[in-house]
């Protein structure tokens, strides 16, 4: 069965129209459309992407014919963006009972990777889980923001997050009854850690480094989540902010590592978060 | 950036100087900062327009310029100006974010929609192809623009539109999607934007009212 040219334009402009649709609201198109744009040689994402673009340049002409002034961007959100941008260390706002740090530069990830069998297994009391720990390269940024929020209000500002409570090693930097959970939400790669139980470090010594396991990687290769100290006693919140895509987190550790964290972990493991 | 749509790079600064976002995706260590600096405003002012407060569109702000350096290398000067691939990525999160909430910004006063010149900051000049842009919107009918308007510069659904404006539903999205049609077209005529697929777009078209 042939589609006449009169059917196939309806058809085409009722399909562009709901791109047109979707590229205001965010709504999906149905498998039904995807079928029929198929079948009639429409790519429903080229012409999404094609609105999108219209709907955005008509944003930033707006914007430009209509500044306010209030468009000014807040100094504060310039400090921020400033640390996610991976500013030195000075500019980012210590954490009243955490000092998260930046991340140094370090070797490329390729010449980094440790064969599994070169490295010992590592059986935790929780699970036995074999880990290689390697760093990213890119590692994670400590967020200000962040940091001066209690986890009941990252969870009402991401919803979706994840939030496991961590179990202790037997590890001598574990000192006391370990509480709290580490919190991480996928989407904005964003998290804190709650933490109570970890001895306080001297950071010219030794830092606590956090690795994030995902499950769309490598069990081996977990993502570096950022260099942190505990200094004092009790209970610490450490702001996470992961650079690489941590797309299905299904568990958290923290290792006791040299100063400025390591590309390869000696494997100490202090605590563990998991479902 | 898979596109049947070319938006033509017609800001001298988009083709004389480099790529800050190529320069991203190269890794190239100061190009976050210089990325930072030239779109923090932009990204700025659409955050505040379709966020419900200043602190969610800072947090928004910030995920975006993630999602930008992410993004970055999918970035194709011979498809986009940089400005518009920026706010495109930026809107897509703050539309994304707006749906996840389930919240959208209050409805704005429909005095304030079309001219809304209050605060506006004087001396702001649009470059040619903002002006190109603004020309096509001011070639749509006035509910069309209005639509338009609460949607994208507003980030007000379909249904507060209707709310807003007492247009039935089915009107409100007729007048939207049509409308982003005829922009499109428009700017295709206007050298601006080129489609593989004229014809299609123009049938499209010819239904608005």
Redesign the interface.
Known sequence: MTTAPSDFNRAAEALRERAAECALTGDRWSWEDEELARSLGIDLEAELEAFELVAAELAVAQIAGNRKVDDAVPAALRTKLGALAGAPIGTKPATPDARPTAFPARKPVSSLRVPLAAAAGLALGIGATVLVLRNDGRGGGADADAATASPAAFIRAHPRAVHWPWVGTTDPHVVGPVRGEAYFDPESERGILEIEGLAPNDPTVEQYQLWIFDAERDERYPVDGGVFDVTQAGRVLIPVQARLDVARPVMFAVTVEKPGGVVVSARQIAIVAKP | ?????T?AARDPRLTDEPSILARVAAGD?SA??E??ARF???V???A??LCSS?SDA??A???I??DLW?SAARFDAS??SE???V??I???RL??R???KMRRPEVPQIAETVE??R???DG????E???L??RA?EQLRPEQQQV??L???HGC??EQIATATGMPLGTV?TH???G??K??LL?EQQG??S?EDRA??E??AE?AP
Do not use: Y
């Open positions: 950036m898979r596109a049947s749509a938006l260590p976050p900062n990325c930072i923090s405003g932009l700025w002012s659409l505040r327009r200043p800072e947090d702000v910030q995920e310029f993630i992410k498809i986009a400005t518009t691939f706010a495109m930026a809107r897509r539309i994304d707006g749906r996840r809304d010149r605060d506006r900051v702001t000049e649009l470059s192809q903002q002006r842009a603004q919107f338009l308007q949607a994208i510069h659904s379909h999205k939207a999607r049509r982003l049609i922009i499109r700017l601006v934007l489609t299609r777009i049938n499209a239904g």
